[in-house]
């Protein structure tokens, strides 16, 4: 599938069991320099317990996991920051590596959130902390990127700025990226290979491959074909004469 | 210099005050007090054995609650009971082992009161060599780990997953614990370390915005309360250790004021 000296992350036959009962079996995958390979599955599939593998958060595990890299940049799917914790952006960009004032910056501007540097991480909004948590893997210049439902909570616009923006860094970096959504209209658009987890992998190759997959279709149903169907938003308000928003019952 | 008791025993506080300032914000920031507290119980066994043996009260005490420490690890991993339990249940029984040891030394007469609640008259020059060198290497060591303790305290698996070795950090960190607690037991006794480790900490998150200004804060508040708490001993006749504690506890007050200012310009 590739050539040996770009590949960043192999697992083979991976997964982990806690208390008799397997989170996720069975995954083999790999990721290689300037590729995005993307996990999509249903809530509790195991697309994070998978990245967490591969990154070597979790110990003990089944199979095999080659690592041939020490640069990762990583967005977990949750953090919080305790309010006993003061801690501006600026000291969030630094926490795992000590880096030049100029590069903190031009990853902040990169994600559109530089005028955030001096402001206190817990006043932040759940999309502004999204591009920050963004913006501090890609500051390290990471040859392989691990992101965790990444845009969570971005502005729809913002939301496609973002993964065209995780294009380019890993066209610009040549980093592999490890990619983790459930927005299956943007991950078909952008992505090398896809990997359909439920519990173990459904199916995998490149995202036409998927999309015609029978098991794909029979996990997402009507989402599947909805894909490439133009952008719909839910309304949960009306309008009424005057301007005013009424929240819909 | 050091003839008089009582310049020993300023010296002796701002070598304390320079350590606990940084751990104790890592003591809040990590939710450690109670951990903290069962550390320093469990040095009243520690002192009992340096008399019996008659071995270096300061050492002796590292390594009992050092010992405890991994102890209440290997509790942590083999039982099903909650973190908060098997701290009491550590701390009490080894406050209590260590009193009943204390009842068997009859030969030796006992200051407990001292031990508990720190006695400044208890200080010699050899005291203030442990306590500044003995420092000295707890923040060298304490700077060495920042980085993996600080990015870890934040969000453990993201240190995990860049590579940084949290567990090791967390480790060195324990041993850094009952070093603090073994050098200023003489100073602040075993009751109140923890008190003089959070208490300063907690008044300066609440004026200060970045980890290192809170850090500055919480050591400029911890000399501000062993002078204050030091005078007063000297002029009113007080035990030190909780003189000491009364000053910071002022001091995180007069903090609450500010915190009241903060909230209102949010609002």
Known sequence: ?249 | MFDDFFIRALFAGIGVAFVTGPLGCFVVWRRLSYFGDTLAHSALLGVTIAFSLEFSIALSVFITSSVVALFLIQLQKKTNLPGDALLGLLAHSSLGVGLVAIGFLSFIRFDVMGLLFGDILAVNVNDLLVIWIGGALILIILKLIWKPLFASTVNYELAEAEGLNPERAKAIFTLLMAAIIAISIKMIGLLLITGMLIIPAAMARNVSNSPKGMIVFSVIGGLLSVFLGLFSSLNFNTPSGPSIIVAALMLFIISLFRIKQTIKLKN
């Open chain 1, 1 to 249: 599938m590739s050539d040996e000296n770009n590949i960043l992350v192999r697992l083979k036959d991976a997964g982990i069991r806690q208390n008799d009962k397997w989170l996720v079996k069975g995954v083999s995958l790999e990721v290689n320099k300037g590729k995005i390979v993307t996990l999509i599955g249903p809530n509790g599939s195991g697309k994070s317990t998978t990245a967490k593998i591969a990154l070597g958060i979790y110990k003990e595990y089944d199979g095999s996991v080659e690592k041939f890299t020490n640069k990762i940049g990583y967005v977990p799917q949750k953090i919080s920051i305790d309010w006993t914790l003061p801690l501006r952006v600026a000291d969030f960009m630094v926490l795992t590596d000590d880096l030049a004032r100029s590069d903190i910056n031009e990853a902040l501007k990169l994600t559109g959130v530089d005028h955030l540097i001096d402001k206190s991480l817990g006043n932040l909004s759940g999309g502004e902390f999204q591009r920050v948590l963004l913006a501090r893997a890609i500051s390290r210049k990471p040859e392989l990127l691990v992101l965790d439902e990444p845009v969570q909570g971005v502005d729809f616009s913002g939301e496609i700025a973002l993964y065209q923006l995780i294009k380019k860094i890993s066209e610009k970096l040549n980093c592999g990226i490890l990619l983790i959504s459930h927005d299956l209209h943007t991950v078909m658009s952008a992505t090398d290979h896809v990997v359909c987890l439920n519990g173990h992998v459904c199916c995998s190759g490149s995202p036409i491959d998927v999309a015609n997959d029978k098991e794909y279709k029979a996990l997402f149903g009507d989402l599947a074909s909805q894909t490439l169907s133009i952008y719909e938003h839910k309304h949960d308000h009306v309008h009424s004469n005057d301007g005013d928003l009424k929240q819909k019952n």
